[in-house]
């Protein structure tokens, strides 16, 4: 019989409740048994989808890891700045991890880690969840077959989105990366993995661009608040006005950060707005977080690439460019054609078309993915697929191209260490 793991979690927010949620629904396979954040709803959530009478809460990590391991495995779901010695100290612990990312936010405290559990023969498992959606593997077994053919460059989009950019990487955690983590860390650690992922190869360079142009205060509408609640006069017209929030998508992305989101009233949400971060006009905040950012990538074999992130563009978006063909894949490609995934080869004739059925988690079915594999990897049945060694290229890539950002010079990248 397959053997039932423990599960505990740190940090009960979004990302927590969601990869606990689903292995409370797995008790075939996993037993969720403590929770700790400071906000006690939150726990009370993870107990109740857990259902373990014995179930212990906790409302500050430093009462959870003097209570000693408590479990097989320990989600880590909290902030950037806390991963690093959450999990540092739950490796001591004998804990195995299922860590978000990214990582941490330094390189050095990267390596840290991956160095620590291998020394300490435990496991990390980073949530770069892409790699288990299935578009993503369909897409990189395509490429690995050589239908396509050698690839020699590719172009790589991430769209953030203007209401996603504004809501996290302007008025909210990773508005200011110097307290978090680089944007292109925090957000697109996710494409540099499915790239090196899909490349099978060393990233050996990076070359970077990218800047705040458009979220600073000389383009707040003309008489603009600080805040959006304060009556703006361009608040009907406006795409970022908060009082959106109040609606039906904006309450989508409240919950990330408002536990009653989805069930206060309008007027107890206008008037959380008031003082909350989420509540400033979003030409009026404290952000440094670029809002586009452009990189040149160059793999072992002279594979060459771009990578782009930017606030205004929706969705993930991939062309990779063989020898014997083209793959294109991405949301744009399905609007335009009804396939997730289009395979040209040269020579003209149709493409063969690529249709992923719809997935039934988040992520594309990633989220899904990655706490089955976790449970593969605590019972010695993993492939590794997103273990911490692995993971480190991602983070090198991400933190070489905030490096070129910031200095203008190209880095070179060696045994990801640069």
């Not at 299922?98 to 390596?111: F, S």
């Not at 609606?247 to 536990?259: A, I, P």
Request: hydrophobic share 40%.
């Amino acid at each position: 019989m397959n053997p039932v793991k423990t599960i505990a979690v740190l940090g009960c927010g979004s990302r927590g409740r969601i990869y606990s949620t689903i292995a409370a629904g797995m008790p075939e396979k996993f037993r969720v048994v403590a929770a700790c954040d400071p906000v006690a709803e939150r726990t009370a959530y993870v107990q109740e989808k857990s259902g373990h009478e014995g179930f212990q809460k906790f409302a500050d990590a430093e009462a959870f890891f003097a209570a000693g391991r408590l479990a097989d495995a320990l989600i880590i779901g909290t902030q950037d700045t806390h991963h690093y010695e959450q999990c540092r100290r739950a490796l001591d612990l004998g804990y195995d991890v299922l860590l978000e990312k990214p990582i941490a936010p330094t390189h050095d405290q990267v390596l840290a880690l991956a160095e620590q559990a291998a020394r300490l023969g435990r496991k990390v498992i980073v949530c770069h969840v892409l790699r288990y959606a299935p578009f993503y593997m369909a897409m990189r077994d395509i490429i690995a077959s050589g239908e396509i053919g050698e690839i020699v460059n590719f172009e790589a989009m991430e769209g953030v989105e203007p209401w996603h950019m504004a809501h996290s990487f302007v008025r909210g955690h990773w508005a200011r990366p110097h307290l978090a983590s680089p944007t292109i860390v925090a957000k697109s650690c996710h494409d540099m993995d499915m790239l090196a992922w899909v490349m099978d190869r060393p990233c050996e360079a990076v070359s970077a661009f990218g800047s705040l142009s458009r979220f600073t205060e000389k383009h707040a509408p003309a008489g603009a608040p600080a805040r959006c609640t304060d009556g703006c006069p361009a608040g009907d017209t406006c795409f970022y006005n908060a009082v959106k929030y109040t609606g039906e998508m904006g309450r989508r992305w409240l919950g990330m950060v408002y536990d009653r989101a989805a069930d206060a009233p309008a007027s107890e949400i206008l008037e959380w707005l008031k003082t909350s971060p989420w509540g400033r006009c979003a030409y009026r905040c404290d952000n440094t977080a670029p809002d586009h950012i452009s990189a040149s990538l160059r793999f072992s074999g002279e594979v060459t690439g771009t990578f782009t992130l930017s606030a205004f563009e929706f969705g993930r978006h991939y062309a990779f460019y063989g020898t014997k063909g083209v793959l294109r894949g991405g949301p744009a490609y399905r609007k335009a054609t009804g396939a997730d995934i289009l395979v040209q080869p040269h020579g003209g004739g149709e493409p063969r078309r690529v249709v992923i059925p719809t997935p039934t988690s988040g992520h594309g079915g990633g989220d899904l993915g990655i706490v089955n594999a976790l449970y593969d990897e605590l019972t010695g049945r993993g492939d590794g697929r997103t273990c911490i060694a692995v993971s480190v290229q991602s983070h090198a890539m991400a933190f070489a191209a905030e490096h070129s950002r910031l200095t203008g010079k190209t880095v070179e990248i060696r045994d990801n260490r640069f």
